[in-house]
């Protein structure tokens, strides 16, 4: 199982969008409704930000949503803050009771 | 409060086998499938394998096929993860995470574990 491609790195200034992608393949992204995104800051364990596509877990700010078309499921975060700076990582259900992670993208607020 | 406790650093040798424990709290243990993923230093994060504690069913990732063991004692609620053959592309952090059953996403991770291999 090949992992999802999401870009190295994204940036935005505080207050504007930046949105993230994460390509698979019809077998996981293009195929399934399970895939998520989550949130890692240095040092710590990875955060649950979107599920199933589009939906976000309580707690999590309305800042953060979800999307896909086709075999490219994508992660915008609005009106950026400077505590979004982060690691954002995507994963999949894969079928057979297996997951694929996005390799990460690094995002900045400048 | 659902939280995954973890066990503690390790350091072993190439070849060795290591076992990470993960005592799980606050919530039926049987209702959350246990997962394990990895991350090598500056690297991504990596699916390795699934136990469903209810029935102790297995499943991993390819790349781990004969080297990862995943078991649980439902007395203590506690997960582990065996790897053998240990190498130094081994040196990672290691997290369990749980799966509501009918979810498929990763609701809460433990604090992570330091596995590092070197001679």
């Known amino acids: 199982q090949s992992a999802l491609t999401q870009p190295p790195s994204a940036s935005g200034s505080p207050g504007q969008s930046v949105t993230i992608s994460c390509t698979g393949t019809?077998?996981?992204?293009?195929?399934?409704?399970?895939v998520s995104w989550y949130q890692q800051h240095p040092g710590k364990a990875p955060e649950v930000m979107i599920y199933?596509?589009?939906e976000r877990p309580s707690g999590v700010p309305d800042r953060f949503s979800g999307s896909r078309s086709g075999n490219t499921a994508s992660l915008t975060v609005s009106g950026l803050q400077p505590e979004d700076e982060a690691d954002y990582y995507c994963?999949?259900?894969?079928?057979?009771?297996?997951?694929?992670f996005g390799g990460g993208t690094k995002l900045t607020v400048l | 409060q659902v939280q995954l406790v973890q066990s503690g650093a390790e350091v072993k040798k190439p070849g060795a086998s290591v076992q990470v424990s993960c005592k799980a709290s606050g919530y039926i243990f049987t209702d959350y499938y246990m997962h394990w993923v990895r991350q090598a230093p500056g690297q991504g994060l990596e699916w390795m394998g699934v136990?469903?504690?209810?029935?102790?069913?297995?499943n991993y990732a390819q790349k781990f096929q004969g080297r990862v063991f995943m078991t649980r004692e439902t007395s203590t609620s506690t997960v582990y993860m065996d790897l053998s053959s240990l190498r130094s592309d081994d040196t990672a952090v290691y997290y369990c995470?749980?799966?509501?059953?009918?979810?498929?996403?990763?609701?809460?991770w433990g604090q992570g574990t330091l596995v590092t291999v070197s001679s």
């Open positions: 199933e596509v589009t």
């Open positions: 019809s077998s996981d992204v293009g195929g399934s409704n399970y």
């Open positions: 995470t749980n799966v509501r059953g009918g979810f498929f996403h990763f609701a809460n």
């Open positions: 136990i469903n504690p209810a029935g102790g069913s297995t």
């Open positions: 994963t999949s259900w894969a079928g057979n009771n297996k997951w694929v």
